[in-house]
């Protein structure tokens, strides 16, 4: 059973672009979710997708979005991209709710901001 | 404030070396705990979820156990592949940032 794939998983950019980040979940995972990991503040919950819709957010601004496809595959974008965006990016998938806390994690895209 | 706090930070046993990490948590209507264990370079790997005040769960050489205000995960005999670092988080309901995370403990063994 194939796992969590992230891509890219590598990505330097310079403060004012954005950039988007893919991650397609475990087959027929319904759920994904996104997380930021920084060595300050650790892993920080930014959203949640379940079937195409945005179930969960966490307190980020909104230059952080996200989006979830038909086929569960989902993408998350940050715009206008600061020194502090600079972080490891996980996304998860899981077949049920976020409250049975299992969750399967990919390698992450570590996102270098300039 | 809901907060999950782990200690120690990090932490060094030699092989053999049983001993615990904390997971003290202030969540209102705690539905859940939940441990994780990640490598470096690699997302987290699940291990237990606890749901209620006395549960145990075990896994090879790992024991997690759940009291009203904090978990323990007991590691008995460690092995140098069980340096990594473990992590703690806790959902919460109708609430912004669904899931809290602790900052995790470091744990490396020594053979």
């Known amino acids: 059973k194939a796992g969590v794939t992230q891509t890219p998983r590598y990505l330097i950019k310079t403060r004012g672009q954005q950039v988007t980040l893919s991650c397609s979940p475990i087959?027929?995972?319904?759920?994904v979710s996104w997380y930021q990991q920084t060595p300050g503040q650790g892993l920080q919950f930014l959203f949640e997708?379940?079937?195409?819709?945005?179930?969960n957010k966490g307190n980020f601004p909104g230059r952080f979005s996200g989006r979830q496809f038909s086929n569960s595959r989902s993408e998350m974008n940050v715009s206008t991209l600061e020194l502090g965006d600079s972080a490891l990016y996980l996304c998860?998938?899981?077949?049920?709710?976020?409250?049975?806390?299992?969750?399967?994690f990919g390698e992450g895209s570590r996102l270098t901001v300039l | 404030e809901d907060q999950v706090t782990q200690s120690p930070e990090a932490l060094r046993l030699q092989e053999g070396e049983s001993s615990s990490l904390n997971c003290s948590y202030t969540?209102?209507?705690?539905?859940?705990l939940f441990w994780y264990r990640q490598d470096p370079g690699k997302g987290p790997e699940f291990l237990f979820t606890?749901?209620?005040a006395g549960e145990e769960k075990e896994k090879e050489r790992l024991k997690a156990t759940l009291t009203k205000k904090e978990s323990f995960l007991h590691i008995t005999a460690p092995k140098p592949e069980d340096s990594a670092t473990y992590l703690c988080?806790?959902?919460?309901?109708?609430?912004?940032?669904?899931?809290?995370f602790g900052k995790g403990t470091r744990l490396h063994i020594l053979p």
């Open positions: 998860a998938s899981s077949s049920g709710t976020l409250n049975t806390g299992e969750l399967f």
């Open positions: 087959s027929g995972h319904r759920s």
């Open positions: 997708y379940f079937s195409e819709t945005q179930r």
């Open positions: 969540v209102s209507g705690l539905r859940g």
């Open positions: 606890l749901y209620s």
């Open positions: 988080a806790a959902p919460r309901e109708n609430r912004d940032d669904k899931i809290i």
